[in-house]
């Protein structure tokens, strides 16, 4: 990812990811190589609020695409829908752009969700989709009651039915109404 978001090769991405490491600032996964994590949220919550609002939904959109290129089927990682949530949240924080592939991954990793009976997980993850319908202008009426309609069911089956109920039944002009 890191190599197809900078434009660097593989030997200075290692690196600049030794540096990291050594400096505190990472640590690798002593089980999976290329792996890497910040020693703490708050660092990266630090390194991430240094950017515009513009320029990290560049990085967001790039690193989705990154993703979306190493998914599809042919690629030499490919493993089609293992990080369906991933691209769902790269593309959700890409910004209104980019509306249309973060409800098109988020919904996908919704039924994901759904198929392995974790509707509180689709939940989240159509809350997503609808953020994303709802930024995009205008907004796309049938969409997004498509898309309320199956969180509704998800709340549903994980017995939150005031939930699901509340998702319709909200007044006129409140983040979770919509009209026809």
Same mark, same amino acid.
């Given at each position: 990812? %890191? ?5 660097? $090769?593989?030997?200075?991405?290692? *690196?600049?990811?030794?540096?990291? +490491?050594?400096a505190?600032?990472?640590? *690798? ?11 703490? #949220? %708050? ?6 609020? /240094? ?5 990290? #939904? ?5 690193? =989705?695409?990154?993703i ?9 990682? #490919?493993?089609? $829908?293992?990080?369906? $949530?991933?691209?769902? !949240?790269h593309? $959700? ?29 689709? +939940?989240? @993850? ?5 953020? #994303?319908?709802?930024?995009? *202008?205008? +907004?796309d009426?049938?969409? %997004?009651a498509k898309l ?10 994980? /017995? *939150?039915?005031?939930?699901? =109920?509340?998702?319709? @039944? +909200?007044?006129? =002009?409140?983040?979770?109404? !919509?009209?026809?």
């Amino acid at each position: 990812i %890191l190599m197809a978001t900078t434009g660097e $090769g593989e030997d200075r991405v290692i *690196e600049i990811l030794d540096a990291a +490491v050594a400096a505190g600032l990472l640590d *690798e996964s002593t089980e999976m190589p290329g792996r890497y994590a910040f020693i703490h #949220a %708050l660092l990266r919550s630090t390194l991430s609020s /240094g950017l515009s609002l513009t320029r990290l #939904a560049q990085v967001h959109r790039n690193i =989705g695409e990154a993703i979306e290129r190493q998914a599809r089927p042919g690629a030499r990682q #490919a493993r089609p $829908g293992t990080r369906l $949530g991933e691209m769902a !949240w790269h593309f $959700g924080h890409a910004g209104p752009a980019e509306s249309d592939r973060a409800i098109l991954y988020a919904t996908r990793a919704a039924a994901q969700a759904e198929a392995r009976l974790a509707y509180d997980e689709a +939940v989240g @993850f159509y809350e997503d989709a609808i953020r #994303a319908c709802r930024s995009d *202008e205008p +907004v796309d009426q049938s969409e %997004l009651a498509k898309l309320l309609l199956s969180r509704a069911e998800a709340e549903w089956r994980i /017995g *939150e039915l005031q939930k699901a =109920g509340d998702t319709f @039944f +909200v007044p006129m =002009g409140t983040p979770n109404s !919509w009209t026809c």
